[in-house]
């Protein structure tokens, strides 16, 4: 369990201890910090503060630890997930290993974990993965940066959930399961109606799934009215008796029609399903694709801990990217940065030559992977293949825009958790004081706001100016006693604003056909990224999943790339 601590007894934490020096231990867990919403009744702080004063040596000390890590092993998605590893360490080892050339792994959130996770399994069957990172630092769109400060900024604001099997498969297979800081089992909701205030839904521990689910919904009686839950479950039945196939057949509708024609009155999508369809995919209910909704709901549903969350414990490329990058290349891959694919070279018969990158350098390989974002692979699209109907269904495949904004403030905020927060803005997506929720970033003086700008359509061409006006406007909602949208509250220090102009792709209607499998039509050429086909859509897991899958379909086709590989060298030599 990772924790750090501070010498403050007054920060909002969620799980806060009092200690005293180790001569003489004392601890008093308050779960109760007023900034959760809950009171502390079951004994008096000034007491405890007078009682135990006299035999301490040194100054009172609130040490937070994070929420232990769930148990997460039973589940049968995590199995399956730990079986499909395994799969790789155990297959026989090669008699040549092959070469296979990946790029893209930093374009975006989905290329890079995409692009990492193809080589890491790769890597565990034998083979040799040479990995081609387009720019100058790991990550993608969870890269970050230091500023000339020594602060980081990132690219976006990543939670890891407990139902992301694959994910957490691969922290523990790394050893770094201690790098998640799990935070308690609830959904935070801002609440518009009452500016500063909050809705939560709470998932008692006690319970099995669905019923930790179905109480915090009962319990929540601030944002829907018991007559919207019951017309809401019973919306949600054929969903939970008709299962996958059920959930899959829903791609044609979008959330909002989706719901309508269920009979859920328009206010529980107001409600939840515009926050949820902005955290999941950065579009509203009107655009997102319901079998989304769907899926997460499953999973939420189903799994215990598929909802709880977990923020990385520092930086994204340090933390989590290393540890991948020396696991490839401990077993003998490669990792290039600054190597951009310029173009994908064909021989005469349409398959892969090379991959040409933008310093003029040619990488060959016995096979190719694209893990760049489906819109760079539709513009580095040999025009040969653009008529191949796998790579026509790719066009309405569309990466979306989001903005990633941080906000560093002359003091520390107080009407906070620490855990991410749904704002419920008309701009705003999920936002968290990352000086509270990630260890390397804890501050006890001051607050760093990580924001999520969405839908960033309209606003991906502002200045970064108009969207920091923007954002303090609606922070002057979440903050009506700190922060004031002229800056005469809290003062802002510094800020950083990340566009990504094509982050995952959007999961609108009918997109679910166009999804193509890992494995292409062209001998020897393969894509990888959450776009193909994998059940968990545009998400961390679902890139993860998808490098998996790719690296399945290439270590199955070895004995094929074996045969081409020797076909092309002895064609070469008759040349």
């Known amino acids: 369990m990772s924790h750090f601590g501070y010498a403050c007894a007054t920060q909002s934490t969620s799980n806060c201890i009092l200690l005293g020096n180790s001569r003489n231990p004392t601890s008093l867990s308050s779960w109760g910090s007023e900034f959760l919403g809950h009171s502390v009744t079951n004994f008096s702080i000034a007491k405890v503060y007078g009682r135990k004063q006299r035999n301490w040596h040194c100054p009172l000390k609130v040490v937070c630890v994070d929420y232990p890590r769930p148990e997460l092993e039973g589940t049968v998605n995590f199995l399956e997930a730990a079986y499909l590893s395994s799969t790789f360490r155990n297959s026989p080892r090669p008699q040549k290993p092959l070469e296979v050339v990946i790029a893209g792994a930093g374009e975006s959130e989905d290329s890079c974990l995409a692009g990492l996770s193809t080589a890491k399994y790769l890597a565990d069957a034998g083979h040799k ?23 980081w900024y990132e690219t976006g604001l990543h939670i890891f959930f407990g139902a992301y099997p694959n994910v957490q498969n691969l922290f523990g297979e790394l050893g770094i399961n201690d790098r998640l800081q799990w935070k308690e089992h609830s959904m935070i909701f801002a609440r518009p109606d009452k500016p500063g205030e909050f809705s939560r839904f709470d998932f008692a521990e006690v319970l099995p799934a669905p019923l930790n689910g179905i109480w915090a919904i009962l319990k929540n009686n601030e944002m ?72 997460a709901l499953n999973r939420f549903l189903q799994e215990k801990h598929g909802s709880k969350m977990a923020f990385l414990d520092g930086n994204p490329p340090e933390r989590l990217c290393m540890p991948i990058v020396e696991h490839i290349q401990s077993l003998g891959g490669e990792v290039q940065l600054n190597s951009r694919i310029q173009k994908i070279k064909l021989n005469q018969d349409g398959s892969v030559d090379c991959f040409l990158l933008n ?40 990466g979306v825009p989001v903005i990633n904004v941080h906000i560093w403030f002359d003091r520390k905020l107080k009407n906070t958790y620490d855990h991410l927060l749904f704002s419920r803005s008309p701009l705003l997506s999920v936002y968290a004081d990352m000086s509270l929720t990630c260890k390397e970033y804890y501050d006890p003086n001051r607050s760093m706001l990580e924001l999520v700008f969405a839908p ?72 990888s990224g959450d776009y193909t086909k994998q059940k968990y859509l545009a998400s961390m897991e679902g890139a993860v999943l998808s490098g998996k899958f790719c690296a399945q379909a290439i270590v199955q086709d070895y004995e094929m790339l074996v045969a081409r590989a020797q076909r092309e060298l002895a064609g070469a030599g008759n040349v």
């Open 456 to 527: 960033a359509e309209e606003w991906i061409s502002c200045s970064d100016t108009e969207i920091i006006e923007a954002t303090m406007k609606e922070l002057a909602k979440l903050f009506p006693d700190e922060i004031a949208a002229d800056g005469s509250k809290a003062k802002i220090l510094k800020y950083h604003v990340v566009k990504t102009p094509r982050s995952v792709y959007k999961t609108i209607p009918n997109c679910e056909p166009c999804r193509p499998l890992q494995r292409s039509p062209v001998e020897g050429f393969y894509l």
């Open 129 to 151: 993965p040479i990995l081609l990172e387009a720019r100058d630092v790991l990550g993608g769109k969870i890269a970050a940066w230091k500023d000339k400060d020594g602060d």
């Open 359 to 398: 310093n003029g350098k040619e990488v060959r390989g016995d096979a190719y992977v694209f893990a760049a974002p489906v819109d760079i692979l539709k513009l580095l699209l040999p025009d040969e293949w653009k008529e191949i109907s796998y790579f026509k269904k790719l066009e309405k495949l569309v």
């Open 224 to 295: 829907l009215t018991w007559p919207e839950k019951i017309k809401f479950a019973i919306g949600l039945l054929p969903a939970m008796v008709g299962g996958q196939s059920y959930v899959e057949a829903q791609d044609g509708l979008s959330v909002q029609e989706w719901m309508r024609k269920q009979g859920v009155p328009d206010r529980v999508t107001d409600e939840v399903f515009i926050a949820m369809s902005k955290a999941l995919n950065f579009i509203n209910p009107d655009e997102l694709s319901m079998q989304c909704i769907l899926i």
